[in-house]
């Protein structure tokens, strides 16, 4: 009879070369992130066109921008809990399935008012997702290849902000905002596409003592991948010291326990920080340009440019992480994102050309991206599967009170302290949170998720 014990299944999956399988699993969970990136990267075009046909202040734009990411807090805190407690794979359907049914509504939304309610529940949805799809993947990908198949999980935001722009410079100025919000609901066909071909976590199974069913899916693998390649010999031993984690509970205040405390404190402050300063640049920008005189068109055009350049940057620290590790190739990115946000601001607020700003543009863009792409590998590599989604969840639940901060903190600033005096503080926030990082990150190059 063949020995189906914790360890053994770890190892199993430990040992497997990267194969069709786990490309597919990052396809399928990509194509959810870029589904979340096309909406986060939809409502900044639109914006720009209701201020038109609606007469909207500069607290009623804020508000927008905001409202969905104040949903995105409520779906992070509730999601990773119930991830961690009833499985990966319902959660990441039924949040998906909120997003599209919401989107869809925010489409014929009559009002102001409903469409600030419409948006909330689609961030729900969203910051539901989020957690979930981080821990998700990870949990199938072995630990010499996590940081190069995580990282470029990332790079499918970037796809998701491109097509948002696409949209937008095609259907927004022709057809107006309604359509493109009709483009976000198509997730909802997605769903059926996830419930057939996405195994649950053999991690989370484990966790959950269910070894016959993880056993099941691990097999289903290992024939996958050996088609191609020569299965390595199981190694029991690399994994046999993550048993111990099995008795931990599963609730928040695992989190802030002398075992985790410092890596928490450093992913939320890192999370809080990294996202205040992606929403404080790219949230106003196609406002911004349209204020400065240019049109609808080209002002979605610039940002699509800067778009494209998010994802360069991800590939590449795609495959560093894994060669050089998490924490300094973070830190460094955090800084160089912070100096070129400096420079970018003080060209924005001083008439400087528009094939310069741009230019500058993209060079933040190319920083920016890096830290997206290392985060979202580095966080749930700090906990173990029982509490891994409840971990993620926490730290995105952060990211979404500074990303609904920022919209907010940008409108009101740009009218006391200017362009370059917003872009200084988001400046900060990246230099802060690579303080944070290099003060108390820990490496994870080459770990193994522990399996409970």
């Known amino acids: 009879m063949p020995d189906n014990s914790s360890e053994m299944l770890i190892a199993r999956m430990e040992r497997l070369p990267l194969g069709s399988f786990h490309y597919k699993m990052l396809v399928i969970n990509g194509l959810a992130w870029a589904f979340d990136a096309f909406d986060v990267g939809l ?241 106003w920008l196609p406002s911004l340009f349209v204020k400065a005189g240019h049109t609808m068109i080209k002002s979605f055009s610039y940002v699509l440019i800067m778009q494209i350049a998010y994802v360069p940057n991800q590939i590449i620290c795609a495959y560093l992480m894994d060669k050089f590790g998490r924490k300094w190739l973070l830190v460094t990115n955090l800084f160089l994102a912070g100096i070129a946000t400096i420079v970018y601001g003080w060209a924005l607020g001083h008439g400087v050309t528009t094939s310069t700003v741009v230019l500058l543009g993209v060079v933040t863009s190319f920083f920016v991206s890096a830290i997206w792409g290392i985060t979202y590998t580095y966080t749930p590599e700090l906990y173990p599967t029982k509490v891994r989604a409840t971990g993620v969840s926490g730290a995105s639940a952060c990211s979404r009170i500074g990303s609904a901060l920022a919209p907010i903190v940008i409108g009101a600033g740009l009218s006391s302290i200017g362009i370059t005096g917003v872009f200084g503080i988001v400046a900060g926030a990246f230099a802060l949170g690579g303080i944070f990082v290099a003060v108390l990150g820990i490496e994870t190059k080459g770990m193994i998720l522990k399996d409970s």
């Open 43 to 283: 409502v900044t075009f639109v914006v720009t066109a209701l201020t038109s046909a609606w007469k909207l202040s500069s607290a009623q734009v804020g508000s927008i921008l905001s409202i969905g990411l104040v949903g995105m807090l409520v779906g992070a805190l509730l999601s990773g809990p119930v991830a961690d407690r009833w499985g990966r794979k319902a959660v990441f359907q039924i949040t998906m399935l909120i997003y599209a049914v919401f989107s869809l509504l925010c489409a014929v939304a009559p009002s102001f008012s409903y469409l600030l309610v419409f948006r909330f529940l689609v961030g729900v949805g969203l910051g539901g997702e989020t957690p979930v799809v981080t821990s998700l993947l990870g949990e199938f990908i072995p630990a010499a290849h996590r940081g190069k198949v995580q990282g470029l999980i990332n790079t499918f935001w970037a796809v998701g902000w491109v097509l948002a722009a696409i949209v937008s410079y095609f259907i927004i100025p022709a057809y107006g905002w309604r359509l493109a919000f009709v483009a976000g609901a198509l997730p909802a066909l997605y769903i059926f596409y996830v419930r057939r071909h996405l195994p649950e976590s053999p991690r989370w199974l484990i966790a959950q003592g269910r070894n016959d069913d993880a056993e099941k899916i691990i097999e289903k693998i290992e024939k996958v991948t050996a088609k191609n390649h020569t299965l390595p010999p199981v190694v029991v031993e690399d994994v046999i010291a993550n048993a111990s984690a099995a008795k931990e509970k599963i609730n928040m205040g695992v989190l802030f326990s002398d075992k985790y405390i410092k890596r928490t404190i450093m992913l939320w402050g890192l999370w809080f920080l990294g996202m205040f300063g992606y929403y404080g640049l790219f949230s």
